[in-house]
């Protein structure tokens, strides 16, 4: 059965129960499968093919359809854009998250009319329209550094893909998939599957680089390298996005990976 997000974001959890802990986060129009149900909760699978737990709020069922795969859609490229309910004034009632994309059901008087996964009508000036094949149409490594760097500030949170708050897998995640790059969810995934490895004499910027700590079994981190052994990154023990000499992490770094070839 397909399910479709219906709020601003819902957190996907280790197992289906009210405590259990975040590992991810659907956004806002995202497409979900569902496999299986334990009371209030559902065992889902995210359209970047990570597996977990959701409760059954704020989400809807859509049927053999997915939601926002025909047409034009309208992809949301600022951190937080605010839905009216009304076309003639601004009454906000939803947040798009960046990295959300909307079905578009036309334009009146200047606006953007979004024909919302509940069936609703949403009004914005805001978002870029685009065609549903191709949301986030791919560019170069310097767009990627760009959407990174507009992101500082924001909140640390583990599980997080959103400018509410990142870890640093989710960061690297949304800033990619911004600029039309696929990633996995999880650090050691994007390690083990995205692009390819460089030498770290050659390192580039807009390269992603991997560390691990003498305890962990696998990759643990992930940051973006920018320039002039500067990183920018999700930091847990910062408590949030922001650049940093590569100096502090460099003991714990085991590879890089290039994702865009092209250095713009």
Request: some cysteine.
């Amino acid at each position: 059965m397909n399910l479709v997000v219906l709020d601003s974001f819902i957190d996907v959890l280790t197992n289906p129960r009210h405590d259990a802990e975040r590992v991810t986060q659907a956004r806002l129009g995202e497409n979900l499968k569902e496999t299986k149900k334990h009371g209030v909760f559902s065992l889902v699978e995210c359209e970047d093919g990570y597996v977990g737990w959701i409760r059954r709020k704020g989400i809807m069922r859509s049927g053999s359809r997915s939601y926002g795969q025909q047409g034009e859609v309208v992809v949301f490229d600022d951190p937080f854009t605010p839905i009216s309910s009304s076309l003639a004034r601004f009454q906000p009632f939803l947040v798009a998250p960046m990295g959300s994309r909307l079905s578009l059901a036309g334009e009146k008087k200047g606006k953007k009319v979004l024909a919302l996964p509940d069936g609703g009508i949403g009004y914005t000036t805001f978002g870029i329209t685009r065609q549903a094949a191709d949301p986030f149409p791919r560019k170069g490594c310097q767009d990627v550094i760009e959407t990174a760097l507009s992101l500082q500030g924001v909140p640390y949170l583990w599980g997080g893909t959103t400018p509410w708050g990142l870890d640093c897998s989710g960061f690297s995640q949304l800033v990619f998939g911004m600029n039309g790059y696929r990633l996995k969810r999880d650090a050691h995934m994007q390690y083990d599957t995205a692009g390819f490895l460089v030498d770290f004499a050659r390192i580039l910027p807009g390269d992603l680089l991997f560390f691990k700590r003498p305890s962990e079994r696998r990759v643990g981190h992930v940051a973006l390298f920018i320039e002039c052994k500067q990183i920018v990154h999700a930091s847990g023990t910062e408590g949030k996005v922001l650049v940093q000499s590569l100096d502090s992490l460099k003991p714990l770094l085991v590879g890089a990976k290039r994702i865009c070839a092209e250095v713009k």
